[in-house]
């Protein structure tokens, strides 16, 4: 079975500073893997997605991810953080053919002026 | 374009008493999934539609949770009787369902979601 694991539960960064945001995934085919941001109440909006192209994916707001196959990575960085970007971020995996998201726990982000 | 329409927004019941949550997908979106999301969590899928069809019910709790696409379209979950476990966000999604059945690669746009709190 998949799995995604996101170290740390909260991370801050100071406004300005490089956001750097930890996924690991667990997965025995080749996997599609997710970034989502979570505003407060509010549902998730897609940030960016690896579909198995480019192993550095854009996606929107200034963020990107870097597909590591042999670290099983799937980090999510941005170089510079703005007040904006706070919110709660899940890295998820695509299970099987019929598009079920498997989701981490959860990277709360804080960022300090 | 609308997106994923959800109501309520916000629910509060007592114990034992059913709820029941709607969700309105984006037009012309064949796959329709809800999913439950607990504090501090991130969500877990309940049970997926390809337009009218349960194609994944595997993690609904029959015995008390059922959903519904009547049409393919909107959808229904209902919880009977609630608990007090049964707090949390139920979130709904739709994506396009590309031909041939393969969705793994497709992109979910997720409503706002409907707090309960089960009292």
């Known amino acids: 079975a998949q799995s995604v694991t996101q170290l740390g539960s909260h991370v801050s960064v100071s406004e300005g500073a490089l956001v750097l945001l930890r996924c690991n995934y667990s997965?025995?085919?080749?996997?599609?893997l997710f970034w989502y941001v979570q505003y407060p109440n509010q549902g998730l909006q897609l940030l960016l997605k690896y579909t198995s192209a480019a192993t550095l994916v854009k996606g929107i707001n200034g963020f990107e991810a870097e597909f590591k196959k042999s670290e099983t990575s799937f980090h999510l960085t941005k170089p510079s953080a703005h007040m904006s970007d706070a919110a709660e971020y899940f890295c998820?995996?695509?299970?099987?053919?019929?598009?079920?998201?498997?989701f981490g726990q959860g990277t709360e982000l804080s960022v300090k002026p | 374009e609308a997106g994923v329409v959800q109501s309520p927004r916000y629910k509060i019941i007592e114990k034992k008493q059913p709820v029941a949550f709607w969700c309105n997908p984006i037009s012309g979106h064949n796959t329709l999934y809800w999913y439950l999301q607990n504090l501090g969590q991130g969500p877990e899928l309940l049970i997926r539609y390809e337009n009218e069809e349960a194609v994944d019910d595997s993690q609904l709790p029959k015995d008390r949770f059922s959903a519904e696409r009547l049409k393919g379209v909107d959808s229904t979950l209902k919880i009977q009787p609630a608990e007090l476990g049964d707090s949390a966000v139920y979130l709904c999604?739709?994506?396009?369902?590309?031909?041939?059945?393969?969705?793994?690669?497709?992109?979910?746009?997720f409503g706002p979601g409907t707090r309960l709190t089960v009292l």
């Open positions: 999604a739709s994506s396009p369902g590309l031909a041939g059945g393969l969705t793994s690669t497709d992109t979910q746009y």
């Open positions: 997965s025995s085919v080749p996997p599609y």
């Open positions: 998820a995996v695509s299970e099987g053919q019929g598009g079920k998201l498997i």
